[in-house]
């Protein structure tokens, strides 16, 4: 029974230590991305506000999704 509990604690602080290091990593890359937008913002100075620095990411279809209802459908073909 020890070696059972010695084992999933094991495998326990195995997986904190895994998040832990990701964590990090996250915050390390978010802290670049957020020193390189104030940088750009400042060299752009009052054009920054005109310009959309967001981050646009590409929605990949999902397999799950479900088509649109008939009644929603037909409203978008005809409006």
Known sequence: MHHIFAFLQAT????????EVEANRLR?????????????????????????????QHKESDMFELPPEKRKLDEALSG
Do not use: M
Not at 12 to 19: D, E, I, P
Not at 30 to 54: F, I
């Open 12 to 19: 326990r602080n195995q997986y904190k230590s895994k998040a």
């Open 28 to 56: 390390e890359q978010l802290l670049k991305n957020l020193v390189k937008h104030s940088a750009l913002k400042r060299v752009l100075g009052r054009e920054a506000n005109n310009v959309d620095l967001s981050i646009r």
